[in-house]
Each structure stands twice: as structure tokens, then as C-alpha cells.
């Protein structure tokens, strides 16, 4: 479903990932790992269209997305919850949502976006109790639910997660993954990079670990967990 091919990828102060390779399939929960600044956030922000690789090639469902604008990516059904969540703090709940169904509420198809957000509030019903709350008011989790609800809205193929886990506490952690876990047994391609590797890999079915900019080893997940290298560099056994 996914494809990167020698990923090159810099912000004009050294090289960030210089040679990344990999395959996402169709379906399934699948994790990119490695140590804080291996280039995992680079590497989603480059397949979403917010930067573009300085060499290689993206490609979603067999067309080359590697010069395309965000936008048009995610018209073409790959959506991205970027790190630190990026709710928008002074609309409500329901105009986050509302902003992520773009492409539903510009050519009028009010069916898909009831449909969706009908989808959307039975996966958080926390969001449905917010409807009218200012995002920014939301505690972390909510914003975590909400970031998540706003990339649903656009009836993604694939779902991109930046850092999910990134400053919840462990119980909201365990429920984000867990709908994650939901959302990939529905039938979506969940593709979730994280410096939590053992909640992340606990629930993947493939892992890729990033290092120094390039993926250094591909496995499936429990795998990984077994592996030596991978239990003392990022499990901490």
C-alpha cells in the first residue's frame, strides 16, 4: 500500500534520513521505532507532504506521491495526527472535526461527513459530551481523541500517528492504542511511530526501527520484542 524508496530527507541543517526504505502492506497495525532524533517524525512529515524529500520516492497505492501538496494526499486517502496533537485551541470540537471533513463539506456531501462524524463520536464519546468546547480547553487524552477524530473525518485508507503517546498518562495511552487496535481490525492501515516501544509493539503486527537514518531492521512485531538488540536499546532489558 505504502511504499518508500531510498528516503532522503533533510531541513537544511544536515541530513536527517539519507537513505530510507520500506514497505507498508495493506491492513494491519504497523510501528516505526528508534531513539529520539533517528528521523521517525522526518520520515512522517515527508510521507504526509508537509516536507519534501530531497531524493527517493513515495509511492500510496501504487502512484507517486512525492511532490505532492498534504492536502492532496489526503484526498487521496492517507491522513496524518501529527506530533503534539495540533488541535485547533479556539474552535470547538465539533469545527476540529468539521475542518478535517474538508473534502466532504466543500462539495456539500453532507451524508459522508453525518456518516463520519457519526463514526467519530461512537469511537470517543467523550468528543460527543465536547461537541461545543473550545479545543483547547480539552485535557491532553481529549486533544489525543480529537487529533485522532480529525484525521478520521476524511475517510483515510491509511492512518499516519505521530508520537501518539507523547505526554499521556499511561491509562490514556492503553485506550488510544486500544481504539487504534479497533480502527486496524475495521479495516484500516494503521502506521504509528513512537518512542514507546513496548506499548507499541505489544500491539503491532509489524515493527521497522530507524537508525541513523536508515531502517535498520524490519520484523514483525513480536519478533522484535524477542530480539536481543531490540530488548536492550529499546526496552530497557
Known amino acids: 500500500m505504502l511504499e518508500v524508496q531510498s528516503l532522503r530527507a533533510d531541513y537544511g541543517q544536515g541530513e536527517v ?6 514497505t507498508v502492506p495493506r491492513g494491519g497495525f504497523h510501528a516505526l521505532i528508534g531513539a529520539n532524533g533517528a528521523g521517525k517524525s522526518t520520515t512522517m512529515r515527508a510521507i504526509s507532504g508537509l516536507l ?4 527517493g520516492r513515495i509511492v500510496f497505492d501504487g502512484r507517486d506521491i512525492s511532490t505532492l501538496s498534504a492536502d492532496r494526499i489526503v484526498k487521496l486517502g ?7 496533537r495540533k488541535v485547533f485551541a ?13 473534502q466532504l463539506l466543500f462539495p456539500k456531501n453532507r451524508g459522508g461527513f453525518s456518516d463520519n462524524l457519526a463514526f467519530v463520536l461512537d469511537l470517543f464519546p467523550r468528543l460527543e459530551e465536547r461537541l461545543q468546547q473550545a479545543a483547547g480547553t480539552l485535557s491532553g487524552g481529549e486533544q489525543q481523541m480529537l487529533a485522532i477524530g480529525r484525521a478520521l473525518m476524511g475517510s483515510p485508507r491509511m492512518l499516519l500517528l ?3 503517546s507523547m505526554g499521556l498518562a499511561p491509562l490514556v495511552v492503553t485506550q488510544i492504542f486500544d481504539t487504534l487496535r479497533r480502527l486496524r481490525e475495521l479495516g484500516l492501515t494503521i502506521f504509528v511511530c513512537e518512542q514507546n516501544t ?8 509489524h515493527g521497522y526501527v530507524l537508525e541513523g537514518g536508515r531502517i535498520a531492521l ?10 536481543d538488540r531490540v530488548r536492550e536499546a529499546y526496552l530497557g532489558v
Do not use: Y
Open 17 to 22: 534520513l539519507s537513505d530510507v526504505s520500506f
Open 52 to 55: 519534501r524529500p530531497v531524493r
Open 78 to 84: 492517507l491522513a496524518l495526527v501529527p506530533e503534539g
Open 90 to 102: 479556539p474552535l470547538t470540537v465539533r469545527e476540529n472535526l468539521e475542518m478535517g471533513a474538508f
Open 162 to 164: 505521530d508520537e501518539p
Open 198 to 205: 513496548s506499548v507499541t509493539l505489544r500491539r503491532a503486527d
Open 218 to 227: 524490519s520484523d514483525g512485531a513480536q519478533a522484535l520484542i524477542a530480539n
